[in-house]
């Protein structure tokens, strides 16, 4: 098995974590959604396992689809991951965050977008 696709998902892991630190311990922006009543504080750990879900999501999802030998499996992938870094923008879109924590999350989805799309869909399995 190759190590490149695990580095990939271990980086991108990483690369939403350097925005949140950058974010609010670096520049004291605490990033909160609010929902009606209650307030959802986004620390380090819900940053971590969002990120961790969709690099093993990415990561399987392509695996299955060249195990099973779809053919042009990394275009299909690509299409996937694409059409799903767009709608995980959707809920960015709806009230009760302030213009930081919003830019703060578009930079995190592209953060992870920008090292799994790339990065998966270049490593090779036996390589």
């Known amino acids: 098995m190759s190590r490149r ?4 998902a271990g980086i991108a892991v990483l ?6 630190l950058a974010a609010d311990p670096v520049l004291g922006h605490r990033l909160r959604i609010a929902d009606g009543d ?12 969002v990120a961790l879900l969709a690099a093993l999501a990415g990561w399987g999802l392509l695996a299955a689809l060249e195990r099973f030998g779809i053919r042009r499996a990394r275009a299909i992938w690509t299409a996937v991951a694409g059409a799903v870094l767009a709608v995980s ?5 709806g009230d009760g965050m302030d213009g930081g924590t919003r830019a703060a999350l578009v930079l995190m989805h592209l953060a992870v977008a920008a090292v799994l799309i790339p990065g998966l869909r270049t490593a090779r399995t036996g390589a």
Do not use: I, K
């Open 5 to 8: 696709r695990p580095a990939v």
């Open 89 to 93: 923008f959707l809920p960015l879109t």
């Open 15 to 20: 690369a939403p974590v350097l925005v949140w």
């Open 38 to 49: 209650r307030t959802l504080d986004l620390g380090l750990a819900p940053v971590l396992m």
